[in-house]
Nanobody, 116 residues
Framework: QVQLVESGGGLVQPGGSLRLSCVASGIIFRVYTMGWYRQAPGKQRELVASIISGGSTNYADSVKGRFTISRDNAKNTVYLQMNSLKPEDAAVYYC??????????WGQGTQVTVSS
């Protein structure tokens, strides 16, 4: 059974940093593209960043230069380092594993709140 478990969310002031983690189980982690998505109230879920098995990354324009996605295949973990956080970054952040072109799985989400 595939399982993704996120952690690291919380409350941070504008300009602050957080690091999200997502631990995967039940899959051969190293071969899959992993991603972080977010969903704010009243908005659609959007891609924040993704990383393929070879390590190449992709970012939403809104987070380029502030967020960094990385993976540790030995720990079955994908990270999202978020710096210079803005109020508009507040959302529930979800970890995603793209298991095939038509099969994807999600974590339960972790709340990020950016407020003074």
């Amino acid at each position: 059974q595939v399982q993704l478990v996120e952690s690291g969310g919380g409350l941070v002031q504008p300009g602050g940093s957080l690091r999200l983690s997502c631990v995967a189980s039940g899959i051969i982690f190293r071969v899959y593209t992993m991603g972080w998505y977010r969903q704010a109230p009243g908005k659609q879920r959007e891609l924040v960043a993704s990383i393929i098995s070879g390590g190449s990354t992709n970012y939403a324009d809104s987070v380029k230069g502030r967020f960094t996605i990385s993976r540790d295949n030995a720990k079955n973990t994908v990270y999202l380092q978020m710096n210079s956080l803005k109020p508009e970054d507040a959302a529930v952040y979800y970890c995603n594993a793209q298991l095939s072109p038509i099969q994807t799985t999600w974590g339960q989400g972790t709340q990020v709140t950016v407020s003074s």
